[in-house]
């Protein structure tokens, strides 16, 4: 997205949900178990990682675009991926 186009927190969560599932380099399928960034995000990955195991989970650096509170403030944003246990 151009710099000079702005999108919505409304627009911006409604793109980020369409985003559910990705498929990893040997095949594997990862699930997205969190989108967003801060205290929340530490916490998230705390638990998802005693879940599922660390060797299980991947961070994402995402575009805060859209987020004007990330924008402005440059905190990053994250997805938190959890692999997909066959």
């Known amino acids: 997205m151009s710099t000079d186009q702005t999108i919505t927190p409304e627009e911006r969560m409604r793109l980020e949900e369409t985003i559910q599932e990705r498929i990893g380099e040997n095949g594997d399928i990862w699930h997205k178990v969190y989108f967003g960034g801060g205290f929340h995000m530490r916490n998230w990955l705390e638990q998802v990682e005693e879940v599922y195991g660390k060797e299980n ?30």
């Open 57 to 86: 989970v991947e961070i994402e650096e995402t575009d805060s675009t859209g987020f004007q509170c990330f924008e402005e403030s440059g905190e990053k944003m994250y997805r938190i991926w959890a692999r997909h246990k066959k």
